[in-house]
């Protein structure tokens, strides 16, 4: 059975920092892609980043310079360090992982909230 677990999530002011890992069971080679997704309350789910095996990245427009995705192949670990927060980045983080035959995985999720 494959599993993905967050950890990482909390309370956070604005401008601050939290970093959210996600820790699969298995090799994380067994995902192509691996991924970090948020849902705000009342708002659909949506991508945040997400790396391929090969290391590449991409980002959505509304993290790109703040968020960093990475991932350490020894751990099974991908991680996703969140800078200069906002209130608007307060969701649920989920993540997601899709294997090699295409099928996608996904974590409980961890809540992320920016308040003062």
């Known amino acids: 059975q494959v599993q993905l677990v967050e950890s990482g999530g909390g309370l956070v002011q604005p401008g601050g920092s939290l970093r959210l890992s996600c820790a699969a069971s298995?090799?994380?080679?067994?995902?192509?892609?691996m991924g970090w997704y948020r849902q705000a309350p009342g708002k659909q789910r949506e991508r945040v980043a997400h790396?391929?095996?090969?290391?590449?990245?991409n980002y959505a427009d509304s993290v790109k310079g703040r968020f960093t995705i990475s991932r350490d192949n020894a751990k099974n670990t991908v991680y996703l360090q969140m800078d200069s927060l906002k209130p608007e980045d307060t969701a649920v983080y989920y993540c997601?992982?899709?294997?090699?035959?295409?099928?996608?995985?996904w974590g409980q999720g961890t809540q992320v909230t920016v308040s003062s």
């Open positions: 997601k992982g899709v294997s090699l035959l295409n099928r996608d995985y």
């Open positions: 298995g090799s994380i080679f067994q995902f192509y892609l």
């Open positions: 790396i391929t095996s090969g290391g590449v990245t």
